[in-house]
């Protein structure tokens, strides 16, 4: 049995042995005079994780640098037509570019440097479109746009026979031909001016044809059917040359007595038409009003017009014979109204419209013009 001694002196090593635990425990979570978050000393080191303590983790990823977005592509525009090609689309092309205004031929279906201009042209008017000669996608669709659906007679027009501006013998026998009906009052000429397009639109309404004023193949296939062929007094009437009247050639300028001469005299208002000194017609005139004065001196005959219209002052100068600029020797029907009540806008007027329609065919281009004093 243990002695009292042996126990007492247990018991003082068990009390020794808890107090050094409880110091133990306080130091490791910081001693009463110390601050909870102390920092560790500079010395210190952190010592690397073991093994077992990474062992579950996952590693971590590197961020991936985002992939740059690829930059936008123009929208591809193909071409649809180009030249060398011939289709019926490419006559649609043609009639959608002629409701435009580009295109003033004939639909006829080939591709070919008209056409090629015709929608540069196109393309030009248009800023939003490049200039190519070449239809592509965009272009087509913007000219589909703007016009509508051709017709048949846009797609394949009636052909054109004779029109304003022509000037031969098939003329001439259109106007014989329209005579015999009544529709042309005046003597052939062969040129196809206002008075013809307004015979034609005259025949073609009392026919029940479309009225343009052109003759288009079913005007003269009906117009044909329905004449004789025109004779030759019906093509060129027998034209009784004017008598000469008699002028003082002592009062005419000199430079009107060499050559083939239109000799105006602003002091007797005479037009006397000589050949080598020799007075071969004379003719009334008036000259311009106030303001259009006409112009004085020689100048020659550049441009004969028969059925001229003036674009300016919207009227007519039959037998209008050019020499200073727009100012013109011709018929005026206001003069053979008004005789010398009123004047011209410069141009040498005459009211003997047959006397004057003779000299017109007499007179050459290249023939002297003397406006005198």
Request: hydrophobic share 30%; proline share 6%.
């Amino acid at each position: 049995m243990r002695s009292a001694h042996t126990v007492r002196s247990l018991g003082r090593s068990l009390a020794a042995l808890a107090a050094a635990t409880v110091l133990l425990t306080a130091c490791g979570t910081g001693g009463a005079g110390e601050e909870p978050d102390a920092k560790p000393v500079a010395n210190e080191t952190t010592p690397d994780p073991s093994p077992e303590e990474t062992a579950g983790e996952e590693p971590t990823e590197e961020a991936e640098e985002p992939e740059p977005e690829p930059s936008p592509t123009e929208e591809p525009d193909p071409v649809l037509y180009q030249a060398g090609e011939t289709s019926e689309e490419i006559r649609e092309l043609q009639a959608r570019l002629a409701q435009t205004g580009h295109f003033a031929a004939q639909p006829t279906a080939f591709y070919g440097e008209v056409t090629t201009g015709a929608v540069a042209a196109y393309q030009e008017s248009r800023a939003e479109l490049e200039v190519s000669g070449v239809v592509h996608q965009s272009t087509w669709d913007l000219l589909l746009s703007e016009t509508t659906e051709p017709t048949q007679d846009e797609l394949f027009p009636k052909k054109q026979v004779m029109g304003y501006g022509d000037n031969n013998d098939q003329v001439r026998g259109l106007q014989a031909r329209l005579k015999q009906l009544g529709h042309f009052d005046v003597d052939p000429t062969g040129y196809y001016g206002n008075v013809t397009s307004d015979a034609v639109k005259s025949y073609q309404k009392a026919a029940g044809l479309e009225v343009t004023g052109t003759v288009y193949e079913d005007t003269w296939d009906l117009l044909k059917s329905q004449t004789k062929t025109p004779t030759e007094d019906e093509l060129r009437p027998p034209v009784e040359v004017p008598e000469a009247d008699e002028a003082d050639t002592a009062t005419l300028d000199e430079r009107c007595m060499t050559g083939r001469v239109l000799c105006i005299s602003k002091t007797t208002s005479q037009l006397v038409w000589m050949i080598d000194g020799e007075v071969q017609l004379t003719l009334d005139v008036r000259f311009g009003a106030e303001g259009y004065e006409t112009r004085e001196g020689q100048f020659t005959v550049y441009w004969k017009s028969r059925d001229h219209h003036s674009t300016i002052y919207d009227s007519p100068m039959p037998f209008a014979m050019f020499f200073d600029g727009g100012q013109a020797v011709h018929y005026s029907e206001n003069f053979r109204q008004n005789g010398y009540n009123g004047g011209s806008y410069g141009c040498v007027n005459v009211r003997d419209y047959d006397s004057l329609e003779w000299l017109f065919d007499e007179v050459r281009e290249g023939d002297k013009v003397v406006i005198y004093w």
